[in-house]
């Protein structure tokens, strides 16, 4: 039998291995053109796209990882570590999604547990005390919603590291290379500069859980798709990401070491526009930033 704080965790599996079976069909409940909306977030998802820590091995050298939180244990879902970008002395942390099954199963597909966002925070507060920038990357559809997560604080874990990164007095950059979705990618994604590679999305929630929502109907994923504007170009419009990393012709996975090389180049040249800022100045725009994101206006007649 399995327990009732597995069942969450169990059916969050059970859901992508239902994705990743009807993707391998060819099935798609979409008739006529596929809007791009949708094109960019099945390649957002692609099997084959390069995950965070592909891009740590690419960008990064001497990446030495910390582990655990100080409280409860070390989660596997996320990576945190000291390493040099270039010569500089920089923080990295990355969600892990795993790339065989036997790993993403043990890092439950990349979802944080609270103990992931704290040891996320601690890292980020050891590299403040030293005066070394915070290089975040991202590829996750959620924080973990299962009911030992919830029990140990998830919420107050994500809310938390909210109020800290917008605080902290070192450059932070944070990088959407897939899926960014909901809180849990927010919970490490309140940066001086938020990027976003071009074919990756950026939403409040999945297509499939908006469509189960609006319409009841998780098949109307491709509509949902559409209406979130969750494109790199749709949240660039509203302001919620500063730039975008252009990818190799049909996505990062058809030539991860270019895709690498992209964003490589995008780090430097924000991370060098940081320094050269002073920190009180750095911070009056990283609030302004985050007050003024998808603010809308009615004008009365």
């Known amino acids: 039998m399995v327990e009732a704080r ?19 069909a060819g099935s798609n409940p ?43 244990s070390d989660d596997p879902a996320v990576t945190c570590g000291m390493a040099r970008f270039e010569g500089e002395e920089v923080m990295v942390i990355a969600n892990l999604k795993g790339r065989s099954t036997k790993e993403k ?46 029990e140990r604080g998830q919420a107050e874990a994500i809310a938390r590291n909210l109020r800290e990164m917008s605080r902290l007095r070192v450059p ?30 950026y939403s409040v929630i999945s297509p499939e859980a908006c469509a189960s929502i609006m319409w009841r109907d998780a098949s109307k994923r491709v509509e949902a798709a559409v209406a979130l504007k969750a494109t790199a170009d749709d949240v660039k419009a509203l302001g919620c990401v500063d730039d975008i990393v252009p990818e190799p012709d049909g996505g990062a996975h058809m030539d991860p070491a270019a895709a690498a090389a992209m964003l490589k180049q995008k ?17 009056r725009q990283r609030h302004e930033k985050f007050r003024n994101i998808a603010q809308f206006y009615t004008v009365s007649s």
């Not at 932070?172 to 940066?191: H, K």
């Not at 991370?271 to 750095?282: D, F, I, S, T, W």
């Open 6 to 24: 597995q069942r969450p965790l169990l059916r969050c599996k059970l859901y992508l291995l239902k994705n990743l079976m009807s993707e391998q």
């Open 30 to 72: 979409q008739t006529g053109p596929v809007p791009p909306a949708w094109t960019k977030t099945e390649l957002a998802r692609h099997p084959q796209r390069p995950d965070p820590y592909s891009y740590i091995e690419r960008i990064f050298t001497d990446y030495s990882e910390i582990h655990g939180d100080r409280a409860f």
């Open 105 to 150: 199963i043990q890092r439950r597909f990349g979802m944080p547990d609270p103990e992931g966002y704290r040891k996320a925070l601690r890292c980020m507060q050891f590299a403040e005390k030293f005066g070394r920038p915070v290089l975040t990357l991202i590829d996750l559809m959620g924080a973990n919603p299962g009911l030992g997560a919830e």
């Open 172 to 201: 932070t950059i944070a990088t959407i290379t897939g899926e960014g979705g909901s809180g849990g990618a927010l919970g490490l994604a309140v940066a001086d500069r938020v990027l976003i590679f071009e074919k990756a999305i």
């Open 267 to 283: 780090l430097r040249w924000h991370l060098n526009e940081l320094k050269a800022m002073p920190v009180e100045e750095m911070l």
